[in-house]
């Protein structure tokens, strides 16, 4: 790092603390300016910060990491603009209709309060083990690669990096809420595009070309049946990303994080109305298109110019079994290739996309706690008191992320594995019991409930067994060893969906029908003509030429990796 790209990152800065004063001055005196944003963001605020707010350390790390070392296999997680639209045009609706602040609140009014007491435990559990924990550790090997400081005043360099980003983040999250983390993305996200277009064509440039790579790449088989790096649908047979269950897996991964999750559905919430909501969706599913190529392809690229420079050393940092190390990929293009000045710039990237992330993830959080418990016991609190106890929970969020670091550590060489391994198992009850209940009229607040419930069951055996038989010294065979931790994870969630609609649907059947008031405006068919004309009154022509836009680059990336 040179003076140039301090100067950089001091300008990043003081932009950023410019707009978090701007936006603490702002009158935030409820519960919907300081977790909404008073429900006025327009398209551009929500899309960025729907983009902003997904791409965070697991994607500088992680699938930068996943491209050096399987190539396109996480790729159809990546490429999944297609799933914010179907947010846009069929949830969208039911979400604003509803008026609710969370997820589970809107699982209440559909089903039950039981419902919506299962999704946020299960919600504000996983964001405190995964997402927040995942995020700081991930940065703070970042930031340690990047500076290249191993200690600084006798402490890990890690531990400074890591902590001092949670808590500049924390700080602009509590006081400024919701807004903060609109407008702060605003600012980011064309940050992070540029610092990544960047590495992207310098990368290219040092290897000698897109083909180059493809070539490369290209020759490297990454299984026994003949599919190399560069294929996106593999053989049925490969035992990590079989083509079916990547398909099938992805998509309900998708279906649950794109549709379901508080995490990302909050900036929907934000809306002034459909109309904005549904555009900020569209304008988020085209950014979402990007992240295959501004960091999947960058790790593609470091392996290439590893295999290159074989050698002379190689290009990337071995680990102590003399394998690669995959997840250094973008940080070490950062290092090695970037000029004065443009490294700074990519920095203040990988900054926005820390910080941004983070930021969701606390008002998320802490959001979930304040409306979904707090509230819920103690009803008649002020506005003002929600919002210090939203203010309260973030700061809790923050330690408890901050805890879990040390057992994240342990983890850190399948980052990656480990979060889409969580996810599978966490999504298939949550997925089933969001998309029956808006499809189907007849499901029952006991179907839901019990949906949600095995799903929840089923995920939490599963991640134990994984657990113990990774460690069991000779588990043997057995039909619960080869259901709970043989079975590929892509086809395991792919069975674990269907049995949570089936379970749904046999409760469903089982329990009497819900009235009509009960399940009005929230389930296709049982809206009003008002309700409807005013879906219809929120999108024109030029939302669904977009939408079928994003449909087909979406269609031409798999036909030109398949």
């Given at each position: 790092?040179?003076?140039?790209?301090?100067?950089?990152?001091?300008?990043?800065?003081?932009?950023?603390?410019?707009?978090?004063?701007?936006?603490?001055?702002?009158?935030?005196?409820?519960?919907?300016?300081?977790?909404?944003?008073?429900?006025?963001?327009?398209?551009?605020?929500?899309?960025?910060?729907?983009?902003?707010?997904?791409?965070?350390?697991?994607?500088?790390?992680?699938?930068?990491?996943?491209?050096?070392?399987?190539?396109?296999?996480?790729?159809?997680?990546?490429?999944?603009?297609?799933?914010?639209?179907?947010?846009?045009?069929?949830?969208?609706?039911?979400?604003?209709?509803?008026?609710?602040?969370?997820?589970?609140?809107?699982?209440?009014?559909?089903?039950?309060?039981?419902?919506?007491?299962?999704?946020?435990?299960?919600?504000?559990?996983?964001?405190?083990?995964?997402?927040?924990?995942?995020?700081?550790?991930?940065?703070?090997?970042?930031?340690?690669?990047?500076?290249?400081?191993?200690?600084?005043?006798?402490?890990?360099?890690?531990?400074?990096?890591?902590?001092?980003?949670?808590?500049?983040?924390?700080?602009?999250?509590?006081?400024?809420?919701?807004?903060?983390?609109?407008?702060?993305?605003?600012?980011?996200?064309?940050?992070?595009?540029?610092?990544?277009?960047?590495?992207?064509?310098?990368?290219?440039?040092?290897?000698?070309?897109?083909?180059?790579?493809?070539?490369?790449?290209?020759?490297?088989?990454?299984?026994?049946?003949?599919?190399?790096?560069?294929?996106?649908?593999?053989?049925?047979?490969?035992?990590?990303?079989?083509?079916?269950?990547?398909?099938?897996?992805?998509?309900?991964?998708?279906?649950?994080?794109?549709?379901?999750?508080?995490?990302?559905?909050?900036?929907?919430?934000?809306?002034?109305?459909?109309?904005?909501?549904?555009?900020?969706?569209?304008?988020?599913?085209?950014?979402?298109?990007?992240?295959?190529?501004?960091?999947?392809?960058?790790?593609?690229?470091?392996?290439?110019?590893?295999?290159?420079?074989?050698?002379?050393?190689?290009?990337?940092?071995?680990?102590?079994?003399?394998?690669?190390?995959?997840?250094?990929?973008?940080?070490?293009?950062?290092?090695?290739l970037l000029p004065a000045g443009v490294k700074g710039l990519v920095v203040c990237g990988?900054?926005?996309?820390?910080?941004?992330?983070?930021?969701?993830?606390?008002?998320?959080?802490?959001?979930?706690?304040?409306?979904?418990?707090?509230?819920?016991?103690?009803?008649?609190?002020?506005?003002?008191?929600?919002?210090?106890?939203?203010?309260?929970?973030?700061?809790?969020?923050?330690?408890?992320?901050?805890?879990?670091?040390?057992?994240?550590?342990?983890?850190?060489?399948?980052?990656?594995?480990?979060?889409?391994?969580?996810?599978?198992?966490?999504?298939?009850?949550?997925?089933?019991?969001?998309?029956?209940?808006?499809?189907?009229?007849?499901?029952?607040?006991?179907?839901?409930?019990?949906?949600?419930?095995?799903?929840?069951?089923?995920?939490?055996?599963?991640?134990?067994?994984?657990?113990?038989?990774?460690?069991?010294?000779?588990?043997?065979?057995?039909?619960?060893?080869?259901?709970?931790?043989?079975?590929?994870?892509?086809?395991?969630?792919?069975?674990?969906?269907?049995?949570?609609?089936?379970?749904?649907?046999?409760?469903?059947?089982?329990?009497?029908?819900?009235?009509?008031?009960?399940?009005?405006?929230?389930?296709?068919?049982?809206?009003?003509?008002?309700?409807?004309?005013?879906?219809?009154?929120?999108?024109?022509?030029?939302?669904?030429?977009?939408?079928?836009?994003?449909?087909?680059?979406?269609?031409?990336?798999?036909?030109?990796?398949?």
């Amino acid at each position: 790092m040179q003076s140039l790209d301090w100067v950089v990152i001091g300008v990043f800065c003081c932009a950023l603390i410019g707009i978090i004063v701007w936006v603490v001055k702002q009158k935030q005196n409820n519960s919907a300016d300081y977790f909404l944003g008073g429900r006025d963001a327009t398209w551009i605020a929500i899309g960025a910060s729907i983009f902003a707010s997904n791409i965070g350390s697991e994607h500088l790390i992680g699938l930068a990491g996943a491209g050096a070392s399987s190539g396109m296999a996480m790729a159809h997680w990546e490429i999944q603009g297609w799933m914010i639209l179907i947010l846009g045009w069929v949830f969208v609706p039911f979400y604003s209709r509803s008026m609710v602040y969370t997820m589970p609140e809107f699982l209440e009014r559909r089903y039950n309060p039981q419902s919506r007491t299962i999704l946020s435990i299960i919600s504000l559990v996983s964001y405190v083990l995964t997402k927040v924990a995942v995020t700081v550790y991930a940065g703070g090997l970042v930031f340690q690669q990047v500076f290249g400081i191993e200690e600084l005043w006798g402490i890990d360099f890690f531990w400074i990096a890591a902590i001092g980003l949670v808590l500049i983040t924390a700080l602009y999250t509590i006081f400024g809420g919701m807004k903060s983390v609109l407008y702060t993305s605003v600012l980011q996200t064309p940050i992070l595009l540029l610092g990544s277009l960047i590495i992207l064509v310098l990368g290219l440039k040092e290897l000698g070309g897109w083909e180059k790579m493809m070539e490369i790449a290209g020759a490297h088989t990454v299984n026994e049946f003949g599919d190399s790096m560069t294929n996106l649908i593999r053989s049925n047979s490969d035992p990590n990303f079989p083509w079916l269950g990547a398909l099938i897996g992805s998509a309900i991964i998708g279906f649950w994080y794109w549709c379901t999750d508080q995490f990302i559905v909050q900036r929907v919430l934000s809306g002034k109305n459909q109309k904005e909501a549904r555009r900020g969706t569209i304008f988020g599913a085209y950014l979402k298109l990007l992240p295959v190529f501004l960091f999947l392809i960058p790790g593609m690229i470091a392996f290439a110019l590893h295999q290159q420079s074989l050698g002379d050393g190689g290009f990337l940092p071995m680990l102590a079994n003399g394998a690669p190390n995959a997840d250094a990929a973008f940080p070490t293009l950062v290092a090695k290739l970037l000029p004065a000045g443009v490294k700074g710039l990519v920095v203040c990237g990988i900054l926005a996309a820390l910080m941004s992330s983070l930021a969701s993830l606390f008002n998320s959080s802490a959001m979930l706690f304040t409306i979904d418990f707090y509230k819920r016991f103690k009803p008649k609190t002020s506005e003002k008191k929600l919002v210090v106890i939203g203010q309260m929970a973030t700061v809790v969020i923050v330690i408890l992320g901050i805890l879990w670091i040390p057992i994240m550590r342990s983890v850190g060489d399948v980052l990656y594995t480990y979060l889409q391994d969580v996810q599978s198992v966490l999504a298939p009850g949550i997925a089933a019991a969001f998309l029956l209940g808006i499809c189907w009229k007849r499901t029952t607040a006991k179907g839901g409930q019990w949906g949600l419930l095995s799903g929840m069951i089923i995920g939490l055996t599963r991640l134990g067994a994984k657990v113990y038989y990774s460690n069991a010294a000779d588990a043997g065979s057995s039909l619960f060893k080869y259901l709970f931790y043989d079975l590929n994870w892509l086809f395991f969630c792919g069975w674990m969906f269907l049995f949570c609609i089936i379970v749904v649907i046999l409760v469903s059947l089982a329990t009497p029908a819900p009235s009509p008031e009960k399940i009005q405006g929230l389930v296709f068919g049982t809206s009003t003509p008002e309700q409807r004309a005013e879906t219809r009154a929120s999108w024109n022509k030029w939302d669904v030429i977009h939408s079928v836009i994003i449909l087909g680059i979406t269609v031409a990336f798999y036909i030109y990796f398949w």
